[in-house]
């Protein structure tokens, strides 16, 4: 055995997973702040346009067919201004993550060996990897993050390390799967 790790997740943990799988849509960092910016703006700017045209509409009393289509359209920028506002909401999405996370108070545990490494839990049992199926790692100041797949990650909560120490963790990860560790800003 080279490291072990066992932990219970947190919902600080899912947010940090939230907020790094947010960094690896854009890890531009002007382009993260653009975004950050421009979503709640124009997202506002949709709802008042929606709004707009749906109040002139009815003030107006006309309905024709071109109104449908009018009021339909006005509808889709409400819609689309919502969505641009739940996207922008970091901390919303940490949450209902958090809220829809299955394995609340389940010690997980990770072993990692010289030829793969194994993820016990209560629900699913052991799972065993090869070190070739790590396509990616992050790090952040609390965690590392091993994808398997774009959208799925081993979380490794850094001060739940009980055999090893998560300081050589990163090299570690270089020599078996032949990943760097990137780092989340």
Same mark, same amino acid.
């Given at each position: 055995m080279e490291y072990q790790v066992q932990m219970v997740y947190e919902q600080a943990d899912v947010g940090a997973l939230v907020r790094t799988l947010d960094?690896?849509?854009?890890? &531009?960092?002007? +382009?993260r702040l653009a975004t950050k910016?421009? !979503?709640?703006?124009?997202?506002? +700017? +949709?709802?008042? #346009?929606g709004i707009s045209v749906i109040a002139g509409t009815i003030s107006l009393g006309y309905f024709a067919p071109a109104t449908i289509v009018? =009021? =339909?359209?006005?509808l889709a920028c409400l819609l689309g201004g919502v969505a641009l506002l739940r996207r922008s909401d970091t901390r919303g999405m940490e949450k209902r993550s958090w809220a829809k996370y299955p394995n609340k108070g389940m010690? =997980?545990? !990770? *072993?990692?060996?010289?030829?793969?490494? &194994?993820e016990a839990d209560e629900a699913s049992g052991k799972n065993e990897f090869q !070190? =070739?199926?790590i396509k990616s790692a992050n790090e952040d100041a609390g965690h590392f993050f091993l994808f398997t797949v774009n959208n799925a990650a081993h979380m490794l909560r850094k001060d739940s390390f009980i055999y090893g120490e998560p300081d *050589?963790?990163? #090299?570690?990860l270089r020599k078996k799967a032949a990943v760097t560790t990137d780092p989340v800003e």
């Open positions: 960094f690896r849509r854009r890890p &531009e960092k002007n +382009l910016i421009g !979503y709640p703006i124009f997202g506002i +700017l +949709l709802i008042i #346009v009018t =009021i =339909i359209i006005s010690t =997980i545990t !990770y *072993t990692f060996y010289e030829d793969h490494f &194994e !070190y =070739i199926s *050589t963790f990163a #090299v570690f």
